[in-house]
């Protein structure tokens, strides 16, 4: 066996290549689904619908089983899973196959979801963690840029090709993570002498008596489900509203294909100098000012996203919608970093973050259902101001947040 690499250089290439390989098989599925499938908007809800049910049913178990066994082994896994999923839309162009592909992508990613932030925080130590967040956001977003390219020109030739390219190469990230990947840090949740089923109980517990103990965590909890309920029917819905509701300008041959990679490229070169502002401040590393920040963020959500609902400009809509994904996306970093420095016992950490996954999960499946059918009965654009709606009540969470939240020097964030 090679020697292992060092976590950091690990997690920002673990960052780089899923975030490469996820772009090219996700860049093409909004126009895969709508043009060569022809699935209505109520099928392209329910299909996030499975994959938040699988993520549901299983963000707990496979959190626990990494706090127990091996945060390492649990992302390896993890990505193989996915992989497949990715390959195997790409390979049915039918609404059932695609179906089954999400239930397998969502199974595949509760096993990174929880221990990909622990193992991280073990291997690295705390202190760390806002800077490798926002560091591995931005190799994310090169990846990400590279990745449209990819899959653009893949997409050109055969809009499932860039999903068939996008499984194959998951699985292989997985591969190099079986064989690079350190743990050195991990130690294991304390196993008294039971059976397994006892001992996933047993750290679950732990996880509710952590989040319960602290109200900023239980505030965080509540924030990922309003998250969960506001995010489906945006995600699902966006492109089908440009592919269904406007007329691309046809400029030199240009395609939807080329029109999207031209709103993810906008997306991306922006997030990648919004990234690095936030990295180079830590001021806004602390936790009352990370959190005013989040509510800025939150803000340009609404207005973004409720101007690209009501505008029947195919210009002014393109722009609303890449500025709400930069606002959308420089949130993550912020959101995760507060979150892992508010759970205090690591050997529970996966699991609390699996416990907010799941919260997560269990919104979209709900605001993922009344989107659907208000897409199916009003139409997409009220189904996108619905979305704003389900966004509003984040406002006033943040503000309890920040009330509840001790000053913290930037001494504080850096020890």
Not at 45 to 71: H, K, N, Q, W, Y
Not at 73 to 85: C, E, P
Not at 385 to 404: D, K, T
Not at 406 to 412: G, Y
Request: glycine share 10%; proline share 5%.
């Amino acid at each position: 066996m090679p020697p292992k690499l060092p976590a950091y250089p690990v997690f920002l290439i673990l960052s780089g290549g899923a975030a490469f390989f996820l772009t090219i098989w996700s860049f093409i599925t909004g126009i895969y689904r709508v043009e060569d499938v022809g699935l209505t908007p109520f099928q392209l809800i329910m299909l996030g619908t499975a994959l938040e049910m699988a993520v549901l049913i299983f963000e707990i178990p496979t959190g626990i089983v990494a706090d127990l066994r091996s945060r390492r082994l649990s992302v390896i896994i993890g990505y193989f899973i996915m992989g497949i999923g990715f390959f195997l839309e790409g390979w049915l162009p039918f609404f059932l196959p695609i179906l089954l592909a999400q239930v397998i992508w969502g199974f595949g990613y509760t096993f990174t979801s929880g221990a990909k932030d622990a193992w991280l925080a073990d291997e690295i130590g705390e202190s760390r963690l806002t800077q490798a967040y926002l560091r591995a956001s931005q190799v994310a977003l090169l990846a990400t840029l590279l990745g449209l390219g990819v899959s653009m020109g893949l997409g050109s030739i055969r809009h499932n090709l860039p999903m068939l390219v996008g499984g194959v190469g998951m699985v292989l990230l997985a591969l190099f993570l079986g064989l690079f990947m350190p743990e050195t840090g991990f130690k294991p949740t304390p196993q008294p002498d039971r059976s397994s089923w006892q001992k996933m109980g047993h750290t679950f517990r732990e996880g509710v008596r952590v989040v319960r103990g602290r109200n900023t965590l239980i505030l965080i909890m509540v924030i990922a489900i309003l998250f969960g309920l506001s995010s489906e029917g945006r995600d699902r819905l966006w492109q089908a509203h440009l592919l269904l509701n406007f007329t691309f300008p046809q400029i030199a041959g240009m395609t939807a294909v080329t029109w999207f990679g031209v709103i993810e490229f906008s997306r991306i070169l922006f997030n990648l100098g919004v990234t690095e502002y936030i990295r180079q401040r830590p001021r806004l590393h602390r936790r009352r000012t990370a959190i005013t920040v989040q509510i800025i963020l939150t803000s340009g959500n609404l207005l973004t996203l409720s101007f690209f609902a009501l505008t029947g400009h195919i210009g002014l809509a393109m722009s609303a919608i890449t500025l709400n994904a930069v606002l959308r996306r420089a949130n993550d970093p912020l959101y995760e970093a507060w979150l892992n420095r508010e759970i205090p016992e690591p050997q529970v950490r996966a699991t609390v973050f699996s416990m907010n996954g799941q919260l997560n999960a269990l919104g979209e499946i709900i605001g993922g259902i009344l989107m659907a059918f208000v897409a199916q009965w009003l139409g997409i654009r009220a189904a996108l101001l619905g979305v704003v709606m389900l966004l509003l009540p984040l406002l006033a969470l943040y503000g309890v947040a920040f009330r509840h939240t001790p000053a913290e020097s930037v001494t504080d964030v850096n020890s």
